[in-house]
Every structure is written in C-alpha cells, then in structure tokens.
C-alpha cells in the first residue's frame, strides 16, 4: 500500500469520516456559476450535456471534470473545482453522465461505473473543439473510477496531458460489499432511493416521448421492489441495461484496479484511509501502479471530503491540491 502523506489535516470538529464525506452535500453553500451548456451527441444516438466554464481562449488550459454517482455538475466538488480553475486563468468543462443533468437519456442505458467509451467520446470531442488547449481530466469517485479505466485501455493514446482520480471505488465488488456495513448503510439507502428514482423517472420519460424500444428493455427488468444493496440493483437493473451477464461480470469488467498498470498519462490518485465507501484491502498495490502514477493516501478526509480549515472558515484541499498539480507536476 503507498505510505500516508501527511499534507492533509481535517477541520477541528469535522475529522470524523462521516462529517467529512457529508460537510460538502449537506453544508457546503456554492454560488451560482456562469457556465454555458453544450449537447454533446453520442454515436448510439443518445447524449451527455457538458457544462463549461471559464475562458474562451483556444490554446488556455482545459480541464474535464467527471462527476460521482447520483451526482452532476452542480455537485459542490465538481462547482468548487471550477471555480478553483477560473482562478488560475484555466477553462473548464463538467460532464453530465447519460440523464444526470436534469433530463433523463434517451436510451434504456443507463451510466454505470465502466462507462469509459462516453469519456472516450468527449475526450475527442474536446480534442476537435480545441486542439490547441492542453488536455486534463479530473474524476471523483464513479468519475474517477471510469477515468482510470480509461486510462488503462488507451495507454499512450489518452490524448490528456495529465489527469487526477479522487476517492475511487477500485474494485466495485469490494465496494459494494462495504457500503453495506455499519453507518455506510445509510449512504446505501440514500444511493438506492436516487438510482430507482434515475430509473423510474427514465421509464416515465420514455413512455411520454413514444420510445416503445427503451420502455420495453426497462419493462423487462421486472419489479424493481426490494433492492437493498448494490449488488441487488447492478444484477437487476445495471448488468442487463448495459451488457454485462450480471453483478460478477459488471464488477470484473468495470473495476478500474484491473487497469492502472496499462495507464501512460501522468497521474495523481488522492484517497483517503478512513474512506467510508472502501476497504483498506481494495486499493491497489505499488507495483499495480504505472511508474507515472502518484498515489497519495491521507489517514483522513472520507469519501470526497477533505475539507480542512475550520468550521467558522472552512477549507478545501482538493480545489488547491489538484489545480496545484496539474500547473506543476501534470
């Protein structure tokens, strides 16, 4: 396991895991931004909504922000590392994941924690939209997951110029097996009650527009009563929505610590030990990273938490670390 970094010290009040990882959604006030939207069309005839932010210049440094499950754009970590990178003089862009921007996709598909040929689909569009900027990607959690598999199956030819993963569920199995102990049961019934409602409000949409084909795949999953775990919901409702032969298949293929050795784009990994959503046991190995793989693990800081500072003035780690790495070690 990489040795603990010490850089990181949590809030007075607030180290505990849990206070951590709920301080952004639950407290966190974020302005509004000023971003443009852009509808970006996918091969399969489905779409993400990108959301930018920042300078127009076509050579200024961009970034791809991707966000975590049941998240978005205005989630305060994606808002908070946005607002960071305006600071810098940086433009930025964060994906919505297939129906997470507010607009349910048009497909019975759904995003899923392996969705890395979307990333693959953006990263070029990107590319094409400016080929001057340099490139990075910044993951959380799903996000950060995907962007290491997608590291991992492009090699050399990632097309970004460096990139940062946070709080990444490497092996989904393990993950979905420790979300359901002790206190993490409660982000386990929150997580449930947003997917089937993702689901739900889908069918409803696709019903209403006279999409018979979408409305029939979601009509075969069947009931959807009764799902208590991830591993209930991903053999039910993910395997068979996205091609996989259930959980087992969706974890093995998807779980991004299958990948980091195949990654040749400068990369930093920040986790947290007392992360609430992985076991000490799931993070990768030093010889499973790529040589250009940075892995800094903190003893605090939960699950996309890192808020340090204080409680009359909090602070945020992650918007000054990652910006901080991408001008200089990126």
Not at 2 to 24: E, K
Not at 124 to 145: E, I, K, M
Request: some cysteine; charged content about 20%.
């Amino acid at each position: 396991m990489p040795s603990l970094t010490a850089t990181f010290r949590p809030a007075t009040g607030i180290s505990n895991p849990h206070l951590q990882t709920l301080w952004g959604p639950l407290w966190r006030k974020m302005p509004e931004l000023q971003r443009s939207r852009e509808r970006l069309w996918l091969a399969d005839g489905d779409f993400l909504d990108l959301d930018w932010h920042g300078p127009h210049q076509h050579d200024a440094p961009l970034v791809l922000v991707l966000h975590g499950l049941t998240g978005s754009s205005n989630s305060p970590y994606v808002k908070g590392l946005q607002q960071a990178l305006l600071a810098r003089g940086w433009a930025s862009v964060a994906v919505n994941w297939r129906g997470c921007s507010g607009e349910p996709n048009l497909l019975a598909r759904s995003y899923h924690s392996g969705a890395s040929e979307d990333l693959a689909e953006a990263i070029s569009h990107l590319r094409a939209q400016r080929p001057l900027a340099p490139l990075y990607a910044v993951g959380y959690s799903l996000g950060g997951n995907v962007l290491l598999k997608y590291l991992g199956e492009s090699g050399s030819a990632s097309q970004l110029q460096a990139a940062v993963a946070v709080s990444v569920p490497f092996r989904l199995d393990e993950c979905a097996d420790r979300i359901g102990q002790g206190f993490s049961k409660v982000y386990q019934a929150h997580f449930m009650r947003e997917m089937l409602a993702y689901v739900q409000h889908k069918e409803r949409h696709l019903r209403a527009n006279g999409h018979q084909e979408g409305v029939a795949a979601l009509e075969r999953l069947g009931t959807l009563r009764n799902l208590r775990t991830f591993w209930d919901f991903d053999g039910k409702v993910t395997a068979p929505l996205n091609g996989f032969s259930d959980a087992h298949d969706y974890y093995r293929r998807s779980s991004s610590r299958y990948y980091l050795g195949e990654n040749r784009t400068p990369t930093l990994i920040i986790h947290s030990s007392d992360d609430p959503f992985v076991f000490s046991h799931s993070l990768p190995t030093a010889d499973e990273l790529a040589p250009q793989t940075h892995f800094e693990l903190h003893s605090r800081g939960g699950h996309v938490g890192f808020v340090d500072g204080s409680l009359r003035n909090p602070g945020y780690y992650l918007e000054r670390r990652i910006p901080q790495w991408l001008v200089e070690g990126g």
